[in-house]
């Protein structure tokens, strides 16, 4: 069983990827060549929706290729007749390639959109 820490997503500025599992569209999961693992993910509750909205670039480009370059988050949010969006964008970048993943949460601005970043210890 895994449990996990959290940490800021600049952490993994430096390390190298040796893959990455993106099987559901509410998490992603890298692993790195220090043996270590850290989740990308949205723990959903009632009212929100907090999902895997595009990745823009190849995975393929960061894995085994050098140490990160480039671990980046940033966000916005809109307002609109009470409801809120916040898009999420998370860019990693290797010498060889780009990749942004972009996150799109929705509530009625009462429940979190936020994405959380963890690395996956054993329990």
């Given at each position: ?24 569209d ?15 993910f ?23 290729t050098?140490p990160?370059?480039?671990a ?10 009470g ?34 970043f ?6």
């Amino acid at each position: 069983m895994a449990s996990w820490d959290s940490e800021g997503f600049s952490t993994l500025l430096g390390r190298t990827l040796t893959s990455v599992q993106h099987d559901r569209d509410d998490e992603v999961v890298f692993h790195c060549a220090d043996g270590t693992s850290w989740r990308l993910f949205h723990s959903q509750d009632c009212c929100e929706c907090v999902v895997v909205h595009s990745v823009d670039g190849d995975f393929a480009d960061l894995i085994g290729t050098g140490p990160l370059v480039m671990a980046e988050e940033a966000d916005s949010h809109e307002s609109d007749s009470g409801d809120s969006v916040t898009w999420t964008f998370y860019k990693l970048a290797t010498v060889r390639g780009y990749v942004t993943i972009t996150w799109r949460g929705e509530s009625n601005g009462h429940y979190s959109e936020s994405v959380s970043f963890a690395r996956l210890v054993d329990a």
